[in-house]
């Protein structure tokens, strides 16, 4: 949320916000009754202060003060303020002791650390947004239901700054401006409430994220320059200059280029998404190391949004009684952050780096399998946990692990399969009769070709011996994008072109193969399986730490889990910081 990485988090907003603009409507056109165009300028600021959850009851120990975060920022500046003129002291050796919980500097320590505890944030928001779009209402068909059609397009400019408290002595800064420019698509079917909607999203543009990390440390020996930290720091509150900050140590940049896709389709409760991207980075530490890197990521997820379906009822009813009184619902909203919902997301995130002539090394894709919602009793969890197990051939989930509940709230079920360099050298040589083996002992194995299939399910598969065998299309989808992307690597095509096809071939070989065939394919030593759970506890209101689950395979580089989660530990930077979460669209 906010491009924070908190699981769970109280947030609370203030803010502002103006819409300038006109509309035109236009009724009694041949092909539709009413008609619109608009076209709006939004200008809007917001303050959000956000504190991880460990214990649900922390959401009504939170004092209501909070909910005025300007007044955090304010103290905060204050106190900074009020640190730096310490170094004026007439009697440094009271003024500056620790030891004394009643000396100035104690005083002021304990001030900010009520102000912003450890794992909080205080964001700042400034977002211009220029739009214009055009709608049309109509009947279909001359049925009784409503049929509108919707399109837009758009611009965003955000300035963005987070105040993070790392831990007890440091603090990190992101300053953030970011730039994206998009048109949307949107057609829904109603008739008493939405039926079908359908929906479709292009976005491009870029962003940068400069961090800046300051030790707080009070002690004035371990950290003689605390004077100038905080009047550095305080600069920065009160008028958004980053200037002195650099002058005491050069932050961490992060510089990108993204263009994301999206599509959506939702029927009545049920939802279903895509969303690919593909981002370009520029990376650069303070201490002047510097790299370029390239992610593709290509997302699908499905489930049931009860929350979303309730409101359009609700709504219904509001409409009869005045057309000015709407509730707004969570339409493509994950479902597995919804009321009563639950959803499943399969994903492949493609991530290298580049060398000096652009072409990717030490390429590196995870296959991301997750199960999340509401709540759930463990006895299904369990059973997931089961078939999980023998779909991987090994215990991978501990059932064990679940036994001292009955429920887990917020549930968060997730399988990761890592393939790394010489895995994806495989899946660039997988051969079309290994596949076509296969179909054809998955077939004998389950009956099929002893069954017979329709007509129309009959293929024809061709041998590199020139031989011919008829099958009835078990693994159509896999054969097919394998030889998609065998014609791009035989033509010799762009390298992002081939990457997007082959890990569009991965999560084919892993919803269609049974694990063992997957391993044959790309080598067991390619492959590492690995884990998670997490979720509350029923009648426990402490957040679990995280079950890892056991593991399968090797590690095949010396990026375990990919070069972007080395990046984030080397320069100490949040994943929704440096993806840019607060900019882009996400599943």
């Known amino acids: 949320y906010l491009g924070t990485d908190n699981l769970v988090q109280l947030a609370d907003s203030i803010g502002w916000g103006i819409q300038l603009g006109g509309q035109l409507g236009i009724e009694n056109l041949d092909f539709a009754p009413t008609a619109s165009l608009r076209g709006t300028v939004t200008i809007s600021k917001n303050w959000t202060h956000l504190k991880p959850l460990r214990s649900l009851r922390q959401v009504f120990k939170e004092p209501y003060k909070n909910i005025v975060v300007p007044l955090i920022k304010w103290q905060m500046s204050k106190r900074l303020d009020e640190l730096s003129n310490l170094r004026d002291s007439e009697n440094p050796n009271a003024d500056w002791s620790l030891d004394d919980d009643n000396s100035e500097l104690a005083k002021i320590v304990k001030h900010l650390n009520e102000n912003l505890g450890i794992g909080e944030s205080v964001l700042y928001t400034e977002r211009a947004m220029p739009s214009m779009g055009a709608s049309l209402g109509t009947s279909l068909m001359g049925t009784p239901i409503h049929m509108s059609i919707s399109g837009s397009a758009d611009i965003v400019d955000i300035r963005r700054i987070q105040i993070y408290k790392k831990d007890q002595k440091t603090l990190q800064i992101y300053d953030d401006i970011g730039h994206g420019q998009g048109w949307s698509l949107n057609v829904s079917l109603e008739r008493f409430v939405p039926i079908i909607r359908l929906g479709w999203r292009k976005q491009k543009g870029n962003y940068s994220v400069r961090l800046h990390e300051v030790d707080l440390n009070p002690d004035i ?163 997931y946990m089961r078939e999980a197990n023998e779909k991987f051939g090994f215990q991978l989930f501990d059932e064990r692990t679940l036994d001292n509940t009955d429920k887990l709230k917020l549930f968060d079920v997730a399988v990761n399969l890592n393939l790394y360099e010489a895995g994806f050298k495989k899946l660039e040589q997988i051969h079309p009769n290994s596949l076509i083996y296969f179909e054809y002992l998955y077939e004998e194995e389950r009956g099929i070709r002893e069954r017979g299939c329709r007509e129309e399910q009959i293929r024809t598969r061709r041998l590199s011996d020139g031989r011919r065998i008829e099958s009835c299309g078990t693994l159509n989808n896999v054969i097919s994008q394998n030889n998609k992307c065998r014609n791009k690597i035989e033509d010799n095509k762009d390298q992002k072109d081939i990457t997007k096809c082959l890990m569009r071939l991965y999560r084919d070989l892993y919803e269609d193969l049974d694990f063992k065939e997957l391993k044959m394919l790309l080598g067991q030593d390619n492959i590492f399986v690995h884990g998670e759970v997490n979720g509350f506890r029923d009648n426990d209101e402490v957040l679990n730490d995280t079950i890892q689950t056991n593991t399968e395979g090797r590690i095949g580089s010396r990026f375990w889990n990919g070069p972007f989660d080395k990046i984030k530990q080397m320069l100490g930077i949040q994943e929704g910081e440096l993806n840019g979460y607060w900019l882009r669209e996400r599943l």
Do not use: C
Request: aromatic share 12%; proline share 2%.
């Open 221 to 383: 020996k371990e950290n003689p320059r605390l004077f100038d930290k905080a009047h550095a720091v305080a600069e920065f509150l009160n008028t958004g200059s980053a200037e002195l900050l650099e002058e005491i140590q050069k932050p961490n940049i992060v510089e990108a280029d993204f263009k994301d896709k999206s599509s959506k389709f939702a029927f009545l409760f049920w939802r279903h998404k895509k969303l690919k991207s593909d981002t370009l980075f520029d990376i650069e530490s303070r201490d002047g190391l510097k790299g370029r890197y390239v992610t593709l990521t290509d997302e699908k997820q499905s489930g049931l949004n009860w929350e979303a379906f309730t409101k359009d009822i609700i709504n219904y009813g509001f409409q009869r009684l005045s057309s000015n009184v709407n509730w707004a619902s969570p339409t493509f909203q994950n479902p597995a952050e919804t009321i009563g919902g639950m959803g499943k997301t399969t994903s492949v995130r493609f991530e290298t780096s580049l060398d000096d002539e652009d072409k990717y090394k030490e390429r590196f894709m995870r296959l991301s399998d997750r199960w999340e919602g509401w709540s759930k009793k463990v006895k299904k969890l369990k059973r």
